[in-house]
């Protein structure tokens, strides 16, 4: 089924229900298809930790450095 942006936008329950039910729904502008009406997937949990071992971050990573402090601060005095 297709349907225009402003059809859309008064029968949107009807829509959601249509799709909810299997029906596939197009919603385009001017005739011409833009989106489609899609039930949601829920995404799985993130997953934490999935890098670990995989990067190196050296020991020195968030010391300051010197000649970045200077284009941030100025020569100090």
């Not at 596939?24 to 011409?32: D, E, G, K, P």
């Amino acid at each position: 089924m297709i349907v225009n942006v402003s059809e859309a936008k008064a029968q949107l329950s009807r829509l959601i229900d249509l799709v909810y039910h299997g029906e596939s729904v197009t919603i385009a502008r001017n005739n011409l298809p833009l989106v489609d009406l899609v039930p949601h997937k829920a995404r799985r949990k993130r997953e934490l930790g999935t890098l670990k071992g995989l990067i190196d971050i050296p020991d020195d990573f968030d010391d300051d450095d010197p000649e970045i402090n200077r284009m941030y601060y100025g020569e100090a005095k």
